[in-house]
């Protein structure tokens, strides 16, 4: 005879809290983007919404009303994105902005450093033989010059 389930060995496991979902999109770049473009709907680009942004070109973010309604939305954190999730972030998230990159880019990317760093040495050292010469060249004329002369050139002679 089976053991019911509320009978096994393992004891009750309540269900981890979950932090509720919230959209990636930063909130702070939204409330600017409100604040800067809102009345074209720049802010809705930014969320996915572009029917209803491509609405809030014409009418100039519904006379105002629409935008002022938007800004209050970002403002407490009641905005939602084109998932239908509220943005509530500040930063932006970082993982997005940094992809991960496949083993033969980032073997290209080391070799285009390594090659930048070549280019970097035989820069600096053309510069210091151009520094060189320019010393060179300078210290030839102030001899032939003579030392009186000061970078002045020498009277014709008669």
Not at 17 to 39: H, N, T
């Amino acid at each position: 005879m089976a053991l019911p389930e509320y009978y096994g060995d393992e004891p009750d496991q309540e269900p981890e809290p979950r932090e509720p979902e919230v959209s990636k999109r930063s909130r702070g770049v939204a409330l600017a983007l409100c604040l800067v473009g809102g009345w074209c709907g720049l802010h809705r680009f930014y969320m996915g919404k572009t029917n209803t942004a491509l609405a809030m070109i014409p009418t100039f973010g519904g006379f105002g009303i629409w935008w002022f309604y938007d800004l209050v939305l970002l403002g407490a954190g009641e905005f939602r994105d084109s998932d239908d999730l509220p943005v509530r972030r500040w930063d932006v998230e970082q993982s997005s902005a940094r992809r991960e990159l496949n083993p033969r880019a980032e073997r290209r990317v080391l070799e285009l450093e390594e090659q930048m760093d070549g280019l970097r040495q035989q820069v600096s050292d053309l510069a210091e033989r151009v520094d060189f010469a320019e010393r060179m060249l300078a210290k030839h004329r102030s001899l032939e010059l003579g030392p009186g002369s000061q970078g002045r050139s020498a009277p014709p002679s008669s």
